[in-house]
């Protein structure tokens, strides 16, 4: 196992998002990152492979087993997922109960795309993904709104927008 390298796998959700100011969609069209590393000077070893550019709504078992493969693969111990917020807490299941022991997984998201600026609170997520990737043993978590949570001790409130523990 790497322990230096960070691998993140990018799945679509709102963190990549575009908006079309035409007719006021959202759209995929690539992720956003590699820049976001850039612009938060990120020093550390980060592998960012795309897996998938999809909706979390739109996601099947098939998409959730090729981040479980990729996931198995990686000879990298800590992972960051970016992952739709709609069905994060699925497949963090699907991942906790896969034989992956040995790593460190942390699935974060936006509920504002980064294409939309200041407002996005993706940028927010994705650095603390990276420092509970670091700093937490193995096993899988949610990390959003600056906490991280245990991947069956979480839920979206779906009135608030925010995750919060189910207990």
């Not at 908006?19 to 850039?38: A, R, S, V």
């Not at 990390?143 to 927008?161: E, I």
Request: glycine share 8%; net charge neutral; with cysteine.
């Amino acid at each position: 196992m790497n322990k230096k390298t960070i691998q993140v796998f990018v799945t679509g959700g709102t963190f990549d998002k575009e908006y079309n100011f035409i007719n006021g969609e959202l759209y995929f069209k690539d992720t956003h990152l590699k820049e976001m590393f850039e612009r938060g000077r990120s020093t550390l070893d980060i592998d960012v492979k795309t897996l998938m550019m999809i909706d979390s709504l739109e996601m099947t078992e098939e998409d959730r087993q090729i981040i479980l493969h990729n996931c198995k693969k990686t000879t990298q111990s800590r992972i960051i997922v970016t992952h739709g917020t709609d069905t994060m807490v699925h497949t963090a299941q699907l991942l906790a109960n896969a034989d992956l022991k040995e790593k460190t997984i942390v699935l974060t998201g936006a509920m504002v795309p980064y294409a939309f600026g200041t407002s996005s609170d993706g940028f927010f997520n994705l650095g603390a993904a990276l420092a509970f990737v670091q700093a937490l043993p193995r096993g899988v978590y949610i990390s959003m709104n600056g906490r991280y949570y245990n991947w069956d001790n979480v839920k979206k409130n779906r009135q608030t927008g925010y995750f919060e523990s189910l207990d």
